[in-house]
């Protein structure tokens, strides 16, 4: 039998969860099921542990998975113009700098525009490695492709986005769109991070998909690029920054890696 599909915005319409203590709102939310018990392993250093004993385990309440992603997907579609002006603001400045090239030569900008962003604050700080042998029996390590880590952190967000503004959860289960307004984006830095996060992901899938820099498992954005025209840049307004180096970097840039090479 196929589960029912819960609608989390709402699910909660008419409590008021900010009359609720945290132990309260917390066994609530056990009781509607938002959040489910996990067991953890508790860790001793230099101590055999069994790992039959039911008491060497600790009991964890988290949210549950498709609370977390209808959550995440919420501030996504509310959000949404945000997004697609730091994606927007981007390729509004990468076109005027491409114009002209040919798409090898284009290619070489957006390596270093891809390189740019994936080596920023907002990028995952971590990599994947995995050792493995060639035909011939020789090792090699494989790095992970960098967006296959981007969804890595995708889920780490998701949990901040909880844990870092719960009135936000609140707001959300109890049906209150209004609360999450433009304030809020300077207001509430895990918001603004995400923002800036999925905006750059989605430039670095657009570019990966133009100059094939690397392959990996199939990524889907999660959410659409309206085709609205923007003319005034809304990410300015709210300090968020298109991750481009200025012009004149990029000016300097195309004059000694692309046109000096066509003069050899």
Same mark, same amino acid.
């Given at each position: 039998?196929?589960?029912?599909?819960?609608?989390?915005?709402?699910?909660?319409?008419?409590?008021?969860?900010?009359?609720?203590?945290?132990?309260?709102?917390?066994?609530?939310?056990?009781?509607?099921?938002?959040?489910?018990?996990?067991?953890?392993?508790?860790?001793?250093?230099?101590?055999?542990?069994?790992?039959?004993?039911?008491?060497?385990?600790?009991?964890? /309440?988290?949210?549950?998975?498709?609370?977390?992603?209808?959550?995440?997907?919420?501030? /996504?579609?509310?959000?949404?113009?945000?997004i697609n002006t730091v994606f927007i603001d981007f390729f509004h400045l990468f076109n005027n700098?491409?114009?002209?090239?040919?798409?090898?030569?284009?290619?070489?900008?957006?390596?270093?525009?891809?390189?740019?962003?994936?080596?920023?604050?907002?990028?995952?700080?971590?990599?994947?490695?995995?050792?493995?042998?060639?035909?011939?029996?020789?090792?090699?390590?494989?790095?992970?492709?960098?967006?296959? /880590?981007?969804?890595?952190?995708?889920?780490? /967000?998701?949990?901040?986005?909880?844990?870092?503004?719960?009135?936000?959860?609140?707001?959300?289960?109890?049906?209150?769109?209004?609360?999450?307004?433009?304030?809020?984006?300077?207001?509430?830095?895990?918001?603004?991070?995400?923002?800036?996060?999925?905006?750059?992901?989605?430039?670095?899938?657009?570019?990966?998909?133009?100059?094939?820099?690397?392959?990996?498992?199939?990524?889907?954005?999660?959410?659409?690029?309206?085709?609205?025209?923007?003319?005034?840049?809304?990410?300015?307004?709210?300090?968020l920054t298109t991750t481009m180096p200025t012009e004149e970097e990029m000016d300097v840039y195309?004059?000694?890696?692309?046109?000096?090479?066509?003069?050899?």
């Amino acid at each position: 039998m196929t589960k029912k599909k819960i609608e989390y915005f709402g699910y909660l319409k008419g409590e008021k969860l900010n009359t609720f203590g945290p132990e309260q709102k917390l066994n609530h939310f056990v009781t509607k099921k938002l959040f489910v018990a996990t067991k953890a392993l508790k860790l001793s250093s230099n101590i055999a542990i069994n790992l039959l004993d039911p008491g060497n385990y600790k009991t964890k /309440l988290e949210p549950s998975k498709e609370l977390l992603d209808a959550y995440y997907t919420f501030l /996504l579609h509310t959000y949404q113009e945000y997004i697609n002006t730091v994606f927007i603001d981007f390729f509004h400045l990468f076109n005027n700098q491409i114009v002209g090239l040919k798409k090898k030569e284009a290619k070489m900008i957006g390596r270093l525009l891809f390189l740019n962003i994936i080596n920023n604050t907002h990028s995952p700080n971590f990599d994947i490695v995995h050792m493995l042998e060639n035909p011939n029996g020789l090792p090699k390590v494989h790095n992970t492709p960098k967006l296959e /880590l981007y969804l890595i952190k995708r889920e780490a /967000l998701k949990n901040r986005a909880l844990t870092e503004y719960s009135l936000g959860l609140d707001s959300f289960l109890m049906g209150n769109s209004s609360n999450f307004n433009d304030k809020l984006i300077n207001d509430v830095p895990i918001i603004k991070e995400i923002i800036q996060f999925e905006g750059e992901l989605k430039i670095l899938m657009a570019l990966n998909e133009e100059y094939e820099f690397e392959k990996h498992k199939t990524l889907q954005p999660s959410i659409e690029v309206n085709s609205t025209p923007i003319s005034t840049p809304t990410s300015k307004k709210i300090g968020l920054t298109t991750t481009m180096p200025t012009e004149e970097e990029m000016d300097v840039y195309v004059m000694k890696h692309v046109f000096s090479k066509k003069k050899n």
